[in-house]
């Protein structure tokens, strides 16, 4: 079962955390209990939340490095059951603190599972890079969640990416999967995006899922006020495809469950 999904590409830019805050939101405002945890030292998933890094004492920095118990980092939001665990600069520290220690890349799993059972899905935004902070994202994952910008270069890296989950599916964590590809800044006016779409279907078919994001001035705007787009502007094409993403991962993993 895909519990705990980790959003991660080293490429900047291409809607990971946009992603990841608006996927976790509309998780929750479909009823399920959710956590968000901000891995990413530039904590854009926090303030995407409405959550000032700034004033937040203790974050996932604290946590892995083991001085803080994971129940007393999490934050409430506007969504009554989305929940954060949010970043700060600080966590950039983690990366030289741990490099010495025996089982460095199993740090986040360990956080998680203090708290896993108080909650239905667990959404982890990575860094823009292959570090030991996505390292122990994919770790702690069920299964990994790719977004794919459709424009120029998209495909460059991937190949990267999909190759480090494999080995640490090999050495560390053999249950993680790929979740699903996800096709993010769409304009169907341009031929570049539908070309990148296309040879996106036909290289990873069943991977790439049907819902697809499309460019939205709203979506761009609502980080800057702390609120995902589904609270934000909940009648927008980003919000109605972020609804749609997390129905048709929910659908997936419904017939998952009655395959058996």
Partial sequence: MEKTICIANQKGG???????VNLAAAFAVLGKKTLLLDCDPQANATTGVGIN??????????GLIGQTPAAELIHDTEIETLKVIPSQVELIGFEVEMMAEEGREQEMKNLIREISD???????????????L?????TAADALLIPLQCEFYALEGLGQLVGTMKRIRNKLNPKLKIAGILLTMYD???NLARQVADDARQFFKELIYETVIPRN????ESPSFGKPIILYEPSSIGAQSYKALAGEILESRAKESTAY
Avoid: W
């Fill in 118 to 132: 108080r909650f239905d899905h667990i959404i982890i935004d990575c860094p823009p890079s292959l570090s030991l």
């Fill in 188 to 190: 169907q006016r341009t």
């Fill in 134 to 138: 996505t390292v122990n994202a994919m």
């Fill in 14 to 20: 291409v809607g990971k955390t946009t992603t990841a």
């Fill in 53 to 62: 890094k700034r004033k937040v004492e203790k974050t996932i920095y604290h």
């Fill in 217 to 220: 001035v709203r979506l761009g």
